[in-house]
Protein backbone atom coordinates (compact mmCIF):
# COMPACT_ATOMS: atom_id res chain seq x y z
CA UNK A 1 0.00 0.00 0.00
CA UNK A 2 2.86 2.53 0.40
CA UNK A 3 4.48 1.64 -2.70
CA UNK A 4 1.29 2.71 -3.87
CA UNK A 5 0.12 5.22 -2.10
CA UNK A 6 4.24 7.09 -3.34
CA UNK A 7 3.81 6.00 -6.69
CA UNK A 8 0.16 7.78 -7.02
CA UNK A 9 2.18 10.65 -4.90
CA UNK A 10 -0.95 10.42 -2.17
CA UNK A 11 -1.02 12.85 0.89
CA UNK A 12 -2.69 10.09 3.25
CA UNK A 13 -3.67 6.56 3.65
CA UNK A 14 -6.29 5.90 5.24
CA UNK A 15 -6.48 2.93 7.41
CA UNK A 16 -7.90 1.41 10.53
CA UNK A 17 -4.42 -0.44 11.29
CA UNK A 18 -2.27 2.86 12.24
CA UNK A 19 0.42 0.76 13.81
CA UNK A 20 1.87 -0.87 10.52
CA UNK A 21 2.16 2.27 9.10
CA UNK A 22 4.75 4.95 11.47
CA UNK A 23 4.47 8.43 10.57
CA UNK A 24 8.21 8.44 10.91
CA UNK A 25 8.30 6.32 7.97
CA UNK A 26 5.62 7.80 6.06
CA UNK A 27 6.85 11.26 6.50
CA UNK A 28 9.65 10.46 4.11
CA UNK A 29 7.53 10.84 1.43
CA UNK A 30 5.37 13.46 2.70
CA UNK A 31 2.30 10.84 3.50
CA UNK A 32 0.39 10.61 6.65
CA UNK A 33 -1.68 8.15 8.12
CA UNK A 34 -5.32 8.66 9.29
CA UNK A 35 -8.01 6.46 11.16
CA UNK A 36 -10.95 6.27 8.73
CA UNK A 37 -12.94 7.76 11.66
CA UNK A 38 -10.56 11.03 11.57
CA UNK A 39 -10.57 11.55 7.80
CA UNK A 40 -14.22 11.74 7.81
CA UNK A 41 -14.14 14.30 10.58
CA UNK A 42 -11.36 16.42 8.02
CA UNK A 43 -13.96 15.35 4.89
CA UNK A 44 -17.13 16.93 7.26
CA UNK A 45 -15.50 20.08 8.38
CA UNK A 46 -14.70 20.63 4.45
CA UNK A 47 -18.20 20.11 2.91
CA UNK A 48 -20.45 19.15 5.83
CA UNK A 49 -23.87 19.09 3.76
CA UNK A 50 -21.87 17.49 1.03
CA UNK A 51 -21.79 14.50 4.31
CA UNK A 52 -25.31 14.78 5.10
CA UNK A 53 -26.34 14.64 1.29
CA UNK A 54 -24.05 11.43 1.20
CA UNK A 55 -25.52 9.33 4.22
CA UNK A 56 -28.93 10.01 3.08
CA UNK A 57 -28.36 9.10 -0.38
CA UNK A 58 -26.64 5.50 1.14
CA UNK A 59 -29.87 5.39 3.13
CA UNK A 60 -31.98 5.51 0.21
CA UNK A 61 -30.14 3.01 -1.49
CA UNK A 62 -30.67 0.12 1.29
CA UNK A 63 -33.71 -1.62 -0.41
CA UNK A 64 -33.66 -4.77 1.64
CA UNK A 65 -34.09 -3.88 4.18
CA UNK A 66 -35.07 -0.07 3.79
CA UNK A 67 -33.01 2.27 5.54
CA UNK A 68 -32.70 5.53 7.04
CA UNK A 69 -29.98 7.88 7.95
CA UNK A 70 -30.40 7.37 11.62
CA UNK A 71 -29.60 3.52 10.49
CA UNK A 72 -26.56 4.46 8.38
CA UNK A 73 -25.21 6.52 11.19
CA UNK A 74 -25.77 3.43 13.70
CA UNK A 75 -23.79 1.43 11.24
CA UNK A 76 -20.96 3.78 10.75
CA UNK A 77 -20.88 3.69 14.67
CA UNK A 78 -20.85 0.02 15.21
CA UNK A 79 -18.12 0.37 12.74
CA UNK A 80 -16.02 2.03 14.73
CA UNK A 81 -16.11 5.62 13.41
CA UNK A 82 -18.10 7.53 16.19
CA UNK A 83 -16.51 10.80 15.69
CA UNK A 84 -18.05 11.30 12.20
CA UNK A 85 -21.16 10.12 13.69
CA UNK A 86 -21.79 12.60 16.22
CA UNK A 87 -21.26 15.06 13.99
CA UNK A 88 -23.38 14.05 11.25
CA UNK A 89 -26.16 13.71 14.32
CA UNK A 90 -25.72 17.26 15.57
Sequence with gaps: ???A??????????TF????????ELSKWDIEAKHPDD????QFY???PAMHRTIQ?????????????EDVLNSME???LP????????
Design 1 to 3: MVA
Design 5 to 14: AIKARAQVIV
Design 17 to 24: NLADFPNA
Design 39 to 42: FLVD
Design 46 to 48: LDG
Design 57 to 69: KIADSWKNPTGTA
Design 78 to 80: REK
Design 83 to 90: LISALLRR
